[in-house]
């Protein structure tokens, strides 16, 4: 279920061809309308825009600006999802792959502030089993290395370090249907 609110859609893809075939006609003449289905237009605010890592614009939905990325993930190969991993009809990365992305990500930025720790806290939201979180750290070691530990462990010292940064956190992602006491259960379980 839904724990914070985020603004943004992201969607990975891990194929430089299949990047590229993307580009190619989201940056053509027919925008948006290349990839959805007839009859369902989408509210675009803003043009599209495409570089060596990412396609992005800007969508307005139900009066609310949402932003929408294609990301171009060159780090890792993500896995074919399964038959399991589909949200409202829409392939979605696996356990696995969710895990080892917000592993990556959480060493790209839990020391920006601007963040909110979300990467540390939508992995411990997911709450990975040992075994596949200690899958996803190779995985996501295989293009950080060592870093990838030390980063994590980083992260949860520097919310226990400042005790009120957690609540900051919780704050100013709208989290209201999950305890302090329980996200901070979770954290420290990422650790042990």
């Given at each position: 279920?839904?724990?914070?609110e985020?603004?943004d859609?992201?969607?990975?893809?891990s194929?430089?061809?299949?990047?590229?075939?993307?580009?190619q006609?989201?940056?053509?003449?027919?925008g948006l309308?290349?990839i959805?289905?007839?009859?369902?237009?989408l509210?675009?605010?803003?043009a599209?825009?495409?570089d060596q890592?990412?396609?992005r614009?800007?969508l307005?939905?139900?009066?609310?600006?949402i932003?929408f990325?294609?990301?171009?993930?060159?780090?890792?190969?993500?896995?074919?999802p399964g038959p399991?991993?589909r949200q409202c009809?829409?392939?979605?990365?696996t356990?696995?792959?969710?895990?080892?992305?917000?592993?990556l990500?959480?060493s790209?930025?839990w020391?920006?502030d601007?963040?909110?720790s979300?990467?540390?806290?939508?992995l411990?939201m997911?709450a990975p089993?040992?075994a596949?979180l200690?899958?996803?750290?190779?995985?996501?070691q295989?293009?950080?290395?060592?870093?990838?530990?030390a980063?994590l462990?980083g992260?949860?010292e520097?919310l226990?370090?400042r005790p009120?940064?957690l609540?900051?956190c919780?704050?100013?992602?709208?989290?209201?249907?999950?305890?302090?006491?329980?996200?901070?259960?979770r954290?420290k379980?990422?650790?042990?």
């Amino acid at each position: 279920g839904e724990y914070r609110e985020s603004i943004d859609i992201d969607f990975l893809v891990s194929r430089v061809e299949g990047y590229r075939q993307l580009r190619q006609r989201l940056t053509g003449p027919d925008g948006l309308r290349a990839i959805t289905r007839p009859g369902h237009a989408l509210n675009q605010k803003r043009a599209v825009r495409a570089d060596q890592y990412g396609i992005r614009t800007m969508l307005q939905v139900d009066g609310a600006d949402i932003k929408f990325e294609i990301v171009l993930e060159g780090r890792i190969e993500l896995e074919a999802p399964g038959p399991d991993d589909r949200q409202c009809g829409v392939a979605t990365l696996t356990a696995l792959d969710m895990a080892t992305g917000k592993l990556l990500a959480n060493s790209d930025r839990w020391r920006d502030d601007a963040v909110m720790s979300r990467d540390l806290i939508d992995l411990a939201m997911m709450a990975p089993p040992k075994a596949l979180l200690k899958r996803a750290m190779a995985k996501a070691q295989g293009a950080y290395g060592d870093s990838v530990a030390a980063d994590l462990a980083g992260a949860v010292e520097d919310l226990r370090a400042r005790p009120h940064r957690l609540d900051q956190c919780m704050q100013a992602t709208a989290m209201t249907t999950v305890s302090k006491a329980a996200l901070w259960a979770r954290i420290k379980a990422l650790v042990r």
